[in-house]
Each structure stands twice: as structure tokens, then as C-alpha cells.
């Protein structure tokens, strides 16, 4: 059984067809959706780039006791488990933070490429091509008085990196897609695991014609590619719709090349022998909660909640969506169980496949979601309870009544706030426990795991 796990970041769920969008169109991610399993309530435990991805790769809670670095190197990984178990090991990512020097996330993997960097290149090429203006003012400060900021610098950076594109297969969406393509004739007659990560449709949104004007054609002010993190009163409601237009037309423009990808797979026969797993790191904030992109960690649904599907080649569970909890830690045991491969001591996460094979509703009582040293969440199938660090006020939401999470209940429902809080508390305590750390890591030796690098 081979396995391929897309990474698209950044994506939100309620942008996608499958999860009931009705004016984006998304025809390959939402055919995989009809294949495979669709879980309606998949969360980030830790809605950040990197943390999430050690989540991912280690099977573990990250948020209580990390914030952005490295995988701790005493944690044994996917890769590793599946390396160890006979499988050619590939990682494609265009995405930025992975790639950076000591972040240690390419351990495990037989095969490693990665594609020039989307986002915050230190390495600037094209210099010779002057920018044009034009360009440089689709990014959109919250200060008009300023002209630069350390974004803007990376901004112009980017600029000068994407200069030579002339068409559409030039784009980051294309490149990594057709890499994956590539790693596919080469090794479809072995078996393989493929981690394809994706950074698209990340920030900023500049997809080429005609997905930057395809769901608001008639919007004529001025071109928004990349607003300033931060409160969004700045951005006339608009502007702030084109932004959403446009952040939409890089999701069409992914899922394109995504197709791609699914018809090589096709093409090879190799939806007979192939697990798929596609899902996000997290979402992106886009004006709701009064705040655009991910300047800040609350764990509101527009950042905490991700889309999940994963294909089985069995087709037994064909076209299920489930609302069983489901977060980033239960990736890793998931596979590992499909495989009949043993899930290490560390691992943290739930198996969420058999459940719904097995038609259990319940898996787990409580999703955990949080960043480190930030606020952080409890959530169940209902209600959702957030604890911010300082004197703010908790907040406890209906997700049915109040999907969006504008009505506070934490005055009206304080029984039901105590027990959650009590809940995500004593989960804190249990996870920042030395003592515990310090025993998986004694396991860890026992159990003589390889480390590749």
C-alpha cells in the first residue's frame, strides 16, 4: 500500500465545494471528497505553520510545552516509521519555514526537494529585473504614511523572485504539482510514502488570469495581492472582499494543478494501491474577528478549523462524512494503523479511521487546540471554550447556533464553562509534565529508533 499526503496551507475548509461552498469552485478536491472520507470537523491543535507540521510528523500535542522551532529530535517520526517498514520516503514542499536550516523536518526522508521558497526567501534572485510599480503597490500597509516595513521589504523581495514568470506553469501551484507528477513516474513500481507540501494558497494572493478577477469582475479599485497583518479596519469592505475574491481564485487555481496530480495517479492505476490524505495546517483569518491573516493565534474556527479527507483504495468507506473530532496529532497513528505498522509509545493522537469504519460516533470527547503561551481551546462536537493568557475574559460558544463565534456564552452557561475549563486545564497540566517527557524519552531509546540526520 502506498501513501501520499498533500499539504495545502493555509485552506479553509468553508472556501472548498465538499464542505459546502457554493461559489468556489474546487472539482478535484471535492472529487476526492465523493472517493474517501470527509471529516466535517478536523481542527489544528496548534494553528501555526510549523508546530503544526511537528504534530503532523510526530503524532503529538505541540501547543502546552512548543512554539515555533524544531521538532524535538528525541520524537520519532511518520517518515521514520515508514522508512523502517520498507518504504521509499519523499518530501516536495515550496513551503518556507520547513526548509529553513536546523528546523530538522526533512529527517526520515529517503528523497528530498525543495522548490524555490513561496514566502520570505532569503535568497533574492532576478535582480537585474526592475520591479514594476504597479507591482509593488498591491501591497496594502494599514498606515498609509509608511511606505516600507520590514513586510513590504519581503514583499519586494518576492517580487523580484517571481520575475520571470511568463505563464501559468510558471506559478508555485504548477511547479510543486508537476514534481509530485515526476516523483510518481519514477517510483510508482516501489512502495512509497510522498509528502507533498504545498504552501498555496498561503498569502500573498497573486494568481494569474483569469483567477484574480473569476469571483469579483467587478471590482475596479486598486489591486490588494497582500495586506498588512493586523486589525482590519484599514480595508473598505471592498477591499476586503476582493481580497477574499482573491485568496478564492488561488484556491481554484490550486486545485487545478492538484487535478493534475490525481489524474497521474490515475494514469498509473495507482487509486488501487494508494492511500490518499489531503488537509491543511490551518486556516486563514480574513476580516473576521476583527483581524486579517494570522497576526494574532485565537483559536477562532476561521484559523483552528481545517479540511481533512483521506482515500482508501478498499472504497469501503466511499463518499462518508463524519463528524467525529479529528485533529492534526491523529494523522500519524491513522496511517500507521491503515498499514498495520506499530504506532510508537509517543504518539498522542487517535486513530480516526477505524471509528468511522466501525460506525462509532463518538471517538474522542475533546479537540485541544492552542498555541504556546498564547490562548488556547477546548472543543467538542457543540461548544467550543477558549481561555486567553492575561485578564481577558474567557469565551464559550454554541458552533451550531453560532458557527461564526460572535455570542459569548460564558455568563449565561457558567457550569458549562467551569467543566470545560477545568477539562482543558488539567489536559495542560498532564502534557507539561517533565516527568512524562522525560519517560517517552527513555522509551525512545529502548525502542532504538534511527535518526536519519
Known sequence: MNIIVVMLDSLRPDYVGSYGNKWISTPNIDWLSKKGVTYLQATAENPITLPTRNALFTGRYTFPYQGWG???NYFPRLAEALHDNGYITALIADTTPIQSPGMNFHRGF???????KQWADCQVHNLDVPIDPLQLSKWRSADP???SNGLFEVWKKYLHNVADRTAEKDYFPAKIFASAAQFLDAHRKERFFLWVDCFDPHEPWDPPAPYDAMYYPEYTGRTITLPEAGEVDFLTKDELKHIRALYAGEITLVDKYLGKLFEKIRVWGLLDNTIIVLLSDHG???GEHGIILKCRP???QEISRIPLIIYHPSGELEGIRTSILAQTPDIMPTIL???DVSVPKSVQGLDIWTPVKNNIEVNRRYSFIGYYRGPVAVQTKDYKYIQFSGACESQLFDLHE???ERRNLIDKEQSLGQKLKK???DFMTRMSNKKFESELQMEKREEGWRFFW
Open 110 to 116: 529517503d528523497h528530498v526537494k525543495w522548490l524555490p
Open 423 to 425: 477539562v482543558l486545564n
Open 284 to 286: 486563514e483569518p480574513l
Open 145 to 147: 504614511s509608511k511606505s
Open 402 to 404: 453560532d458557527p461564526g
Open 70 to 72: 524544531p521538532i524535538q
Open 337 to 339: 494503523n491503515l498499514i
Open 298 to 300: 485565537w483559536p477562532y
